[in-house]
């Protein structure tokens, strides 16, 4: 079974740019959660989504920042207008259902120049 | 903030075992007890979660007390693959919304050495 696959593993945007993060969850599960790490701190919730739907944002920056998880095809966090203090490995989780283990893909280190 | 408290760093001998304590004095009754690591620069692993009774699977076992207020993780032989961050966490066993995200504290950082 493949993993939660999290591309690009790294992105390199200028300020100012826009970045795409998708994520493809598990075989099976319909539940993806993306978590923030900054460097040197704890991973951070940012957003609970199921097919089509935002269950919870309540982690997510009022501004420049968007996720979507479509019927078809992986998640998508999507950070506008970038600045430096959105460098982070942001990671991305899935889950068959709400009250089961999730499962986490390696991440994507994005750097802002 | 996260409602669990672990030592911040631990070291334990190489094919010796490794016990991990946690604290959560104030978990309520419908709360369980996870537990992940992270290796360094990878995405966090999930090791293992219980309610009450003690579980075991094939990377952990995880004892909880009575009281169910704190509970330890033992990797039975460690290995030098085993360093890494260790993240106790309480998550209720029912919900939707808010209540379905991990919420990380800073973790235990174990040291497997030769």
């Known amino acids: 079974n493949a993993g939660v696959m999290q591309n690009p593993r790294h992105l390199v945007r200028r300020r100012g740019q826009e970045a795409r993060l998708r994520c493809s969850p598990m075989k099976g599960h319909s539940h993806v959660y993306w978590y923030r790490q900054l460097p040197e701190e704890g991973l951070k919730f940012m957003v609970y989504l199921q097919k089509e739907n935002i269950i919870d944002e309540s982690g997510m920056p009022k501004e420049r920042f968007s996720a979507e998880f479509p019927k078809e095809g992986p998640s998508i966090l999507r950070i506008q207008q970038v600045v430096r203090g959105d460098s982070a490995a942001y990671f991305c989780?899935?889950?068959?259902?709400?009250?089961?283990?999730?499962?986490f893909g390696d991440g994507t280190r994005l750097s802002i120049l | 903030d996260a409602k669990t408290t672990q030592p911040t760093s631990m070291d334990c001998a190489e094919g010796r075992a490794a016990n991990l304590p946690c604290n959560h004095s104030t978990i309520s009754g419908n709360e369980y007890v996870y537990w992940y690591r992270q290796i360094h620069s990878q995405g966090p692993q999930y090791i293992i979660h219980g309610l009450k009774n003690n579980e075991t699977n094939e990377m952990a076992s995880l004892i909880i007390t009575e009281d169910r207020k704190s509970s330890t993780l033992i990797l039975p032989h460690a290995t030098l693959r085993d360093t890494a961050v260790y993240y106790c966490i309480v998550r209720p066993g029912n919900y939707g919304g808010s209540q379905g995200n991990l919420i990380f504290g800073k973790g235990t950082k174990l040291s497997v050495k030769p």
């Open positions: 989780a899935s889950s068959p259902s709400g009250n089961q283990p999730q499962h």
